[in-house]
């Protein structure tokens, strides 16, 4: 009984996650004024996508890592996967919360790339959460069957997310004002 009351509050909580992280960050996108932090904001968009390309190299180890059965290494790696996206979130909302987007500068087809890119990179990224979240749950509850079924989708479309992140940031990175 207890053990089903604490599964119901986690699957709550993975919920509520799941709806209050993309929404907490579509609302600080689009504040009409911005926070002023200090000019050491416009530092964090190469942080950004050093830790975008950090989780894209934790995922891809953590994926050979199981299947070369070294479940403990496999652990460690979406583990550090997990926190650097945690690490990426909270410099993103503190990044955009502070300083203007910066528009795209490149024309012609590296445009329309850029923004297929851009698109598909924010709506997986909102997709992903709930399967990142369900992801560990269940690894952390021994629930390896559920863990693994879901990862057939989760880890795809996290790397994806990670990867077009790093593709992003090098594409508009010379156009940053600072």
């Not at 009409?32 to 964090?44: A, I």
Request: with cysteine; net charge positive; charged share 10%.
């Amino acid at each position: 009984m207890a053990q089903t009351l604490e599964k119901k509050k986690s699957m709550v909580w993975i919920r509520i996650l799941s709806v209050a992280i993309p929404l907490a960050v579509a609302v600080l996108l689009g504040l009409p004024t911005k926070l002023n932090l200090g000019e050491w904001v416009y530092n964090l968009p190469h942080a950004i996508g050093a830790i975008n390309t950090l989780t894209s190299v934790c995922l891809i180890a953590a994926f050979i890592a199981v299947k070369q059965k070294k479940i403990k290494l496999h652990q460690q790696m979406n583990t550090a996967a997990f926190i650097l996206g945690a690490i990426f979130l909270v410099l993103y909302v503190l990044y955009h919360a502070s300083a203007q987007s910066t528009p795209y500068g490149g024309e012609g087809a590296s445009r329309y790339i850029y923004y297929f890119f851009l698109i598909s990179h924010i709506l997986l990224s909102i997709g992903v959460v709930p399967l990142v979240l369900l992801a560990f749950y269940y690894a952390l509850n021994n629930m390896i069957d559920k863990h693994k079924k879901i990862v057939k989708y989760t880890f795809p479309i996290w790397l994806y997310v990670s990867v077009t992140g790093v593709i992003v940031y090098l594409m508009i990175s010379p156009y940053y004002m600072h």
